[in-house]
Every structure is written in C-alpha cells, then in structure tokens.
C-alpha cells in the first residue's frame, strides 16, 4: 500500500469517527434538553389618536 493512501485512509476514517460523534452529541442534546418555547409578550396597546392625556 503506498504511503499517500494510508495517509488518506488515516484522515478518512478520523473524519468519519469525528462525525459519527458529532451526529450522537447532538442527537444526544437535542433528545435530553427539549427545546424551551418562549412566551409571546404582550403588544402594549396603542394609544387612540386624539385621546386626551392624563399629563
């Protein structure tokens, strides 16, 4: 086997072992740590053109 392929192998199979852990991290995360929906605020109401002021 020449020298050039078992480099490439070597870099092949780190990245495929470096993604493989990645996929179960955030598989892992994302099925532990549900996502938080945040509440919708409350749109202050706007003021009615001409009304009177309380200054």
Do not use: N, Y
């Not at 070597?10 to 598989?27: C, D, K, S, T, Y």
Request: charged share 10%.
């Amino acid at each position: 086997m020449s020298p050039i392929l078992t480099i490439f192998l070597l870099i092949a199979g780190w990245l495929a072992v470096a993604g493989a852990m990645l996929w179960g991290l955030m598989r892992i995360s994302r099925h532990h740590h549900p996502q938080v929906q945040a509440k919708p605020q409350d749109v202050p109401e706007k003021p009615v053109a001409g009304a009177a002021s309380a200054h």
